[in-house]
Each structure stands twice: as structure tokens, then as C-alpha cells.
């Protein structure tokens, strides 16, 4: 009782059973984002399998994917668990910490996306009848990552 007594004075939590059970539902929360976003990924991953994007995309792009649609999950259900818990120096510190992951990953898939255009754009050059052909596509390349940054 001392853990929960010490609960009660630092986040000032005025009935114990009330939040005994928002923590339950919390858990539960979490665990329900966990068995959805494992879900949502198979059924994912297995439309993606079936159809032409498994077949031209590379296998590092499509797990980046997938790892992105679970974690969203992820993290709203662990966004709703912490609503539910109603600690607000809790909620405040994680929500802070959880704002950070999506942006990094949509800085990831921008990195993604400007290698992957300098890529096409240098084979589409080198594939093509101009002299110096491979100079000129490492030139587009190191142009298209730079315009990037």
C-alpha cells in the first residue's frame, strides 16, 4: 500500500478504485493496439504479396512499411491508454516523447523516396544513347540527393 499511497499524493488521485481501473483499461487498450496492429500488418504484408507492388518494390521497402502502419497503431492505442489513465504529468511526458516517432519516420520515407528518385533518374540515364552516360547519370544522382537535403 505504500507504492499506491505514494501514487495518490504525487498525482493527486482521489479515488484508488477508479484508477485501479482506468490501469486495467489502459492494459487493455494496449493489449487489444497489440492484436490489432499485428493483424492489420499480416493482412497488410498478404495484400501486398498478392498484388504487383510485391514484385517491384524491394523487401527493405515494403518491412519499412509495415513497420510504419504497426507503429501507428501502436501508438494510438498507447495514446488512448494513457487518455484513459488520466495522470496528467504521465500523459503530457510520453505524448511529448510519442510526437517525436512519427516525424522521424516521415523523415525517413522522405530519404527513401529522394534515393529512390536519384536512383531511376541515374539508370534512366545510363540506359540511354548519350556520351559520358555514366558521368552524367552520377551527376543527376548527387544532384537529386542534394536537392533533397
Known sequence: MGLLSSLVEKFYITDINVFLTNVIIAAVLIGVGIFLGKIIGFLVKKIIEKSAVGKTAKKNFIE??????????????????????????????????????????????????????GIYLRDLIEGSEILDKKILGSIFFYFTIYIRK
Do not use: E
Open 64 to 117: 519499412l512499411f509495415l513497420t510504419v502502419v504497426k507503429w501507428s497503431i501502436y501508438i494510438l492505442f498507447i495514446s488512448l491508454a494513457l487518455d484513459q489513465l488520466k495522470i496528467p504529468q504521465l500523459t503530457n511526458w510520453l505524448t511529448s516523447v510519442l510526437v517525436v516517432i512519427p516525424a522521424f519516420v516521415g523523415s525517413l520515407i522522405l530519404i527513401i523516396v529522394g534515393f529512390s528518385i
